[in-house]
């Protein structure tokens, strides 16, 4: 009865923890939806110069799918050496309080998953400012500011 107990407050607990990294993966994404499109608005001299000189759609909403690629690249990167580097302390904590050692680990799989998700969500984020941006008449662009 007690092992059940504890097996659904740790259940319940999962369950919140992963709602809360859902919503932040959500808020995330549309901050990097947000950016992606400041960064269209702020370039606009620029995609008309790139377009004047012969750069087709598809090469400007390249252009803006790259920058999401490596601003997700970057930051899924940092996000698991930041990880890498708080296991050794967390896990001397959890040793010095409760004598179980190495309770912290990131695997090498769950890494590579988690940096594959970030880049998913970042160029799926970025996906609307690009073509936004693909969009934009040479013309008017070059006439902005």
């Known amino acids: 009865t007690m092992l059940s107990s504890v097996t659904s407050v ?4 999962s369950y919140v923890l992963i709602a809360f990294v859902s ?3 959500i808020v995330s994404s549309i901050m990097i939806g947000i950016i992606t499109y400041i960064s269209v608005l702020e370039r606009t001299k620029e995609i008309g110069i790139l377009r004047s000189i012969g ?6 909403t390249r252009v803006f799918n790259a920058e999401t690629f490596i601003i997700g690249l970057i930051s899924g990167v940092l996000g698991i050496l ?4 708080l296991n050794v302390p967390i896990s001397m904590v959890v040793e010095n309080m409760t004598g179980v050692s190495h309770i ?4 090498v799989n769950g890494a590579v998953f988690l940096i594959f998700i970030d880049l998913v969500l970042t160029i799926l984020a970025g996906l609307i400012p690009s073509k936004i941006a693909s969009k934009k008449d040479p013309v008017e662009a070059l ?3």
């Not at 930041?82 to 580097?85: C, G, Q, R």
């Open 23 to 25: 919503v932040s993966l």
């Open 10 to 13: 740790v259940n319940i607990i």
């Open 143 to 145: 006439r902005s500011e």
């Open 104 to 107: 912290a680990k990131l695997p």
């Open 55 to 60: 750069a087709s759609k598809k090469d400007i």
């Open 82 to 85: 930041i990880t890498l580097v």
